[in-house]
């Protein structure tokens, strides 16, 4: 039963600083746009990657899909 008086304020010390952290996140905006970097990866970012006899002409496919 000592353990008791030596895990309760062991508990309790863990448990502020998990409330702490939670919100220094909120407050430093970590849980602001949750959303963005989820639809990033659909981005077409690599346009260095592709040769050049493969790069189509962004007018020309504007101009067959009207």
């Known amino acids: 039963m000592e353990i008791v008086i030596?895990?309760?304020p062991i508990a309790l010390i863990l448990t502020g600083?998990?409330?702490w952290a939670?919100?220094?996140?909120?407050?430093?905006?970590?849980?602001?746009d949750?959303?963005?970097p989820?639809?990033?990866i659909l981005y077409d970012d690599d346009e260095d990657m592709?040769?050049?006899d493969a790069k189509v002409d962004k007018?020309?496919?504007k101009s067959n899909n009207d």
């Open 22 to 32: 939670f919100f220094w996140s909120v407050n430093s905006g970590q849980f602001d």
């Open 50 to 52: 592709i040769p050049d």
């Open 34 to 36: 949750l959303d963005s």
């Open 59 to 61: 007018k020309d496919v």
């Open 6 to 8: 030596i895990l309760i």
């Open 17 to 19: 600083l998990a409330f």
């Open 38 to 40: 989820a639809h990033s």
